[in-house]
Each structure stands twice: as structure tokens, then as C-alpha cells.
């Protein structure tokens, strides 16, 4: 079932969605297990996963010198997608992300889910790859998540990139695409970057995902800008939660999102690794239930690396 329909028949309750990454190449099916099983008690109507493009790394040869090579470290997000589907018997959603991959890859990977009867994705344009400042798109690849949208909705209209393929069946992918409450960290000024996703909702986009937030007014008043910007599709609030004192400076410096005085306030007095995953897990557990309590289309948590604490948090507000 597509995201958009999820929301539609949950008739006004929050659907749940949990996101998680493909395991490091040399992991099985397993190490997804032994993140979702525990989550399935929840009942989350999704399951988001991340796509990652190649990085480049130096490996040594025999002779001492070294050799650049591209490696995907984290490869099988359409695999995993339908392996999800399969055992859990759960809708997936793959992330499709621009940077790395040409038209053509992603028209193949389209055509692959399509296969699999996966109808969900998650439009993105990818970051640049590490130690690498700018955003560089791949040769015969988009610029931007909007000329990824504009593909899949070309799809969803029988349109291949091979002009020569008439009569084609129609994909019927629901496309969702990220919006960020504390405005995208490349983008001059919020107003043109609220401008931007609008134009992505208009070229096809269904709903909208955010980047990670820590304060919920940020969200409420993206919501009312997006609204009063005649941006209208189910806005999905993504939450992470927070774990040590080194994410502190790691999150803000990666998401380019602020954290609130208070929040950095307990970090830092916590005492123990137990103390800090404490207060992580508090201030998740008052963000969600802040967002439940005022009415949002769905919650969506950046499981990533800290299952656990997401689990604990669903326990206390079920
Ligand atoms: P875009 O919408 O293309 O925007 C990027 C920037 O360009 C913005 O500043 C925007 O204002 C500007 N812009 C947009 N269109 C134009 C235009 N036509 N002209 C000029 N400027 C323009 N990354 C991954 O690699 N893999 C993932 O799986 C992944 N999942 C994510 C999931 C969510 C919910 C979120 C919020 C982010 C995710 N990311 C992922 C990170 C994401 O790829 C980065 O945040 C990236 O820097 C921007 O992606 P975007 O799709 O928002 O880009």
C-alpha cells in the first residue's frame, strides 16, 4: 500500500514508520532482524530504507603505493525493501537518492521494485561523498531530488527514458521527498528553500518527510509555512534520538540542526553511558508525545544504530 494511502486509511490516528540502513557489505538478512523484530510489536505501517552511493577510498598494493577505488559500503536497498515486505509482511520504502547513479540506473532500480510490487519511494538528491565539499552530480545523473521526482511521476505516466518504448504500462509509485523544518544548510534563506520543495510537491510529490528536528516548534512552524506557501501533502515529522554527549557536536555538524539548551544541558551533566542514553530517550519520549498529542499525519524515527531507544520510547507511549 502506498504511504499516502496508509495515512488516508488511519483516518486521522498517526501511522508509525521506522527507518533503518542497509547493514555494511559482509552482514546477512539477520542484522535487519534483530533491529525490526522487536519494532513489529508496534505495528508501524512503513519501513524506510536508506540508499548510499559509492565512496571513493585508497587501497594499498603489493608495491606500497595506492590505487583509488569506488566502494559501496552499504549496497541492497532495494533487496532489503523487498525482503521486508516479504517476512514482515509490512510496506517498504526505498530511498532513491541522485548523487552516484545515472538516469538509467535509476530507471532500472524503478523497474526492478516495480517488479517486486514495491510502489513507495523516497526521492532524494544524496549529500556529496565523504571528503568531498559540494554536491556533484553523476555525468548522465540529476542535479537536484526534483528532477528525480519528475523521473518517477515520467514513469508513472508510461514514459521510459527510451523514447522508442511505446505502449508502456504505467509504474504507480507514491513519491515522498525530505523537507527540512531548519531549512536545507546549502539553501540562502528558508523562503527559497520552502520554494524548492514546493516545486518538488508540484512536479509529483505525495508527502513530505522531514530531517530530524529536536525542538518541536521548528516543525509546527514549518508546517504553517509550508501551509500559508500552498504546500498542502501530509508533512511526516522524522525524530532521532540522541545518545551520547559526542553527538552533541557530531549531529549539529552533519544534520545542521540546532539542539535545545536544555537537551545539551542534561547531556552534560549525565555521568554514564546510561545516563546519557537516558537522556536521549527522555527528550524522544517528550518530542513524540508533544507531536502526538497536537495532531501530525504520522511519526517516523531514524532508528539508526539506536533500535533500542526507539523501542523504549514506543513501549511508553503504547
Ligand atoms: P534537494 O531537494 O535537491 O535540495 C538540495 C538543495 O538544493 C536545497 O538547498 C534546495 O533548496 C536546493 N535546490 C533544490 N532545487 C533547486 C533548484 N532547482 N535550483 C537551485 N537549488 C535547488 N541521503 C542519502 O544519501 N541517502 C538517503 O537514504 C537519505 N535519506 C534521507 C531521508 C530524509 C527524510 C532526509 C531529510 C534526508 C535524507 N538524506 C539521504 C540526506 C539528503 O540526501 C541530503 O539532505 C541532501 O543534501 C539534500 O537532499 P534533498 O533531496 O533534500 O535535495
Known amino acids: 500500500m502506498k504511504v499516502t494511502e496508509h495515512i488516508a486509511k488511519a483516518n486521522g490516528k498517526p501511522i508509525i514508520s521506522f527507518e533503518i540502513l542497509p547493514p555494511t557489505k559482509g552482514k546477512s538478512i539477520q542484522s535487519i532482524h534483530k533491529i525490526l523484530d522487536p519494532l513489529m510489536e508496534f505495528d508501524p505501517a512503513f519501513i524506510n530504507v536508506t540508499y548510499h552511493r559509492s565512496e571513493q577510498v585508497f587501497k594499498k598494493r603489493n608495491d606500497g603505493s595506492f590505487d583509488k577505488v569506488d566502494i559501496r559500503k552499504r549496497p541492497g536497498t532495494v533487496g532489503i525493501c523487498a525482503a521486508i515486505m516479504n517476512h514482515y509482511k509490512v510496506d517498504a520504502v526505498p530511498h532513491l537518492i541522485c548523487g552516484g547513479f545515472s538516469k538509467d540506473e535509476t530507471e532500472n532500480a524503478l523497474i526492478d521494485l516495480n517488479f517486486l510490487g514495491i510502489n513507495n519511494v523516497l526521492a532524494l538528491r544524496g549529500d556529496p561523498p565523504h571528503g568531498e565539499k559540494y554536491f556533484r552530480p553523476h555525468a548522465s545523473g540529476h542535479n537536484y531530488a526534483i528532477d528525480l521526482v519528475k523521473q518517477v511521476a515520467a514513469l508513472n505516466n508510461g514514459s521510459y527514458l527510451e523514447d522508442d518504448i511505446t505502449n508502456a504500462d504505467a509504474t504507480n509509485f507514491c513519491i515522498g521527498v525530505a523537507g527540512y523544518p531548519e531549512k536545507h544548510f546549502e539553501s540562502a534563506n528558508p523562503m527559497l528553500d520552502l520554494m524548492h520543495l514546493k516545486q518538488k510537491v508540484d512536479a509529483g510529490a505525495e508527502y513530505i518527510t522531514t530531517q530530524m528536528f529536536f525542538n518541536n516548534d521548528k516543525y509546527f512552524e514549518f508546517v504553517e509555512q509550508c501551509r500559508a506557501n500552498d504546500i498542502n501533502v501530509p508533512i511526516i ?22 539542539l535545545p539548551e536544555e537537551l545539551v544541558q542534561n547531556m552534560q ?18 518530542q513524540a508525545k508533544g507531536l502526538l498529542d497536537k495532531g501530525i499525519p504520522g511519526l517516523h524515527f531514524y532508528t539508526l544504530g539506536k533500535p533500542d531507544l526507539v523501542y523504549n520510547v514506543m513501549k511508553k507511549l503504547s
Request: charged share 30%; glycine share 4%.
Open 237 to 258: 515529522p522524522g525524530l532521532k534520538p540522541l545518545s551520547s554527549k559526542r553527538q552533541l557536536s557530531m549531529i549539529p555538524s552533519v544534520f545542521h540542526v540546532d
Open 269 to 286: 551533566n549525565a555521568t554514564s553511558r546510561d545516563e546519557e542514553k537516558k537522556v536521549g530517550e527522555d527528550w524522544l519520549y517528550k
